[in-house]
């Protein structure tokens, strides 16, 4: 037994406090996380931006499905020791692996055989993101990336670059608006 959902919950509530918080992630993005690591049978997932752990926890009861392990950074300490604090709690520390770092100078920490990413950081930093990230992927891997609808006026540079880089990919408007990347097999 875990406390994944219960904890899960509070995190959600406690997020809510936008001055404290940056957003957490929406409903239908929560369900498509879980059904692509599912349907991947994903079992190393990198995340960067962990926050407070609401988004992990997602991912952490997708991974019981597939014996999986989560490797998730953040940068800010404080919310580092929240996401430590949450993850004791909901009972699933041997799952993840959190580490306090920036990406992508701390990308190098992450092992390589990535099955699935998780890009819910400083949007600017996406490319970086990306370019820090792909030789860690295994073949057939996908990337989700966050707020590309709400957060166009920055993610547009990201979106030219995939198109010169002939990268496949598809937008999906549904909570923030998000990038599904292709890594071919
Ligand atoms: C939108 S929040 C993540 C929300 C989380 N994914 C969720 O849904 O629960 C973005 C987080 O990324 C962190 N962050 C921003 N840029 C970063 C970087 N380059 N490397 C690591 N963490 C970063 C911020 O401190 C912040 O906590």
Known sequence: MNRIKEVRDQVYK????????????GQE??????NLINELNAKKVLEIGTSAG??????IEA???TDGH??????????????TKNFEKAEVTHM???VLGHAPEDLPA???????????????ETISFLEGTWEKLNPGAKILVDNVDSHI??????????????????????DAGLILIDKPS
Not at 14 to 25: A, H, L, R
Not at 29 to 34: D, F, P, Q, V, W
């Open 14 to 25: 406690m997020s809510q406090d936008k001055e404290k918080w940056q957003n957490p992630i």
């Open 29 to 34: 993005t929560a369900k498509l996380l879980c």
């Open 54 to 59: 609401y988004s992990g926890l997602w991912i």
């Open 63 to 65: 991974l019981l499905k």
């Open 70 to 83: 989560l490797f998730t950074i953040e940068s800010n300490k404080e919310r580092y020791a929240t996401n």
């Open 96 to 98: 993840v692996t959190n």
């Open 110 to 124: 992450i092992p390589k055989g990535i099955d699935f990413a998780f890009f819910d950081a400083t949007k600017r």
């Open 153 to 174: 006026d920055k993610m547009q540079e990201f979106i030219d670059y995939l198109d010169e880089h002939n990268y496949q990919y598809k937008r999906i408007h549904i």
